[in-house]
C-alpha cells in the first residue's frame, strides 16, 4: 500500500497562467476528492468522484476549475487563468465503499499564485 | 448545513500529559460520523479516530480516545500520555452523505498543538 500520492507538491505560479496536479489514489480506492485549504482554515471540499464519474462539486468550484479522472484511477485538477486567490494547498484524498468511508489524503499539492 | 466549531486555536502540553482539544458541531441529521485528523507541518492529512453517531461506547485508538456527547453535541479529542511527535494541527470533521453513496467531510478550523519538555 504505497498511500495517496501527488505531484507536484509545490507550484509557482504566475496570474493568469494555467496548472494542472495530478492525484494518484490508493489502488483499490473507487472514491476519490478533492479539497483546497487556505491558511489558518481546514480543508474545503472542491469535488468527488466514484470511479470515472464526477457526481458532486462544490460551489467554490468555478468555471475555471476543472477535473477529470478519465479511467476511474488517477485524477488531474486544472486551474485555468489562476489568480492570487487561489494561492492554498489542495489535498486529495481516497476512500473504499462501505464501512467508515475513511478518507487517506495525500501530500498537498501547495500553490502560490504570483 | 453542518458545521463544526473548535474554539482553542493553540493549546500547550507538557511531555506525558494528557490534553483534550475541543469539538463541537451542528446537525440536522440523526445519523452522522466524525472524525479527527492529525496534520504535521508537512502537510499530510492523518486519520486518528472515528465515532458513530449511534456508537454507544466511546471510540478508543492507543492513545487516543473519543469523550462523545451527544446530548451537548460535542466529540472532544482526548490525547493521553503526550508526545513530541504529538506536536501538529489537529482537524475535527463530520462526514456528510452526497450524491453517489461518497461523504465528503466538513472541517473545523483546527487546533495547533505543542508538546513541550
Known amino acids: 500500500d504505497t498511500g495517496v500520492s501527488q505531484d507536484p507538491r509545490h507550484k509557482i505560479t504566475k496570474r493568469g497562467q494555467n496548472v494542472t496536479f495530478r492525484c494518484d489514489p490508493i489502488?483499490?480506492?473507487?472514491?476519490l476528492y478533492w479539497y483546497r485549504q487556505t491558511l489558518g482554515q481546514g480543508p474545503e471540499f472542491l469535488t468527488y468522484f466514484q470511479n470515472e464519474a464526477q457526481l458532486e462539486k462544490s460551489r467554490l468550484l468555478s468555471d475555471r476549475f476543472s477535473a477529470e479522472r478519465p479511467k476511474g484511477s488517477f485524477s488531474t485538477l486544472e486551474i485555468q487563468r489562476t489568480e492570487q486567490g487561489d494561492s492554498a494547498m489542495y489535498l486529495c484524498a481516497s476512500s473504499l465503499e462501505g464501512g467508515l468511508n475513511e478518507q487517506f489524503f495525500g501530500p498537498g499539492t501547495r500553490l502560490t499564485v504570483l | 448545513a453542518q458545521k463544526i466549531t473548535q474554539t482553542q486555536p493553540g493549546m500547550f502540553v507538557q511531555e506525558k500529559e494528557a490534553v483534550t482539544l475541543d469539538c463541537t458541531y451542528d446537525?440536522?441529521?440523526?445519523?452522522?460520523?466524525l472524525f479527527w485528523y492529525k496534520q504535521p507541518s508537512s502537510g499530510e492529512m492523518i486519520f486518528l479516530i472515528y465515532?458513530?453517531?449511534?456508537?454507544?461506547q466511546n471510540a478508543t485508538e492507543g492513545r487516543y480516545s473519543l469523550n462523545f456527547q451527544k446530548a451537548r453535541k460535542s466529540a472532544n479529542l482526548v490525547i493521553s500520555a503526550s508526545q513530541l511527535g504529538d506536536s501538529a494541527m489537529y482537524f475535527c470533521a463530520m462526514r456528510d452523505t452526497i450524491t453517489g453513496g461518497g461523504n465528503k467531510l466538513t472541517f473545523g478550523t483546527g487546533t495547533q498543538l505543542k508538546v513541550e519538555l
Open positions: 489502488s483499490e480506492h473507487n472514491r
Open positions: 465515532q458513530g453517531s449511534y456508537d454507544e
Open positions: 446537525t440536522s441529521d440523526q445519523s452522522y460520523g
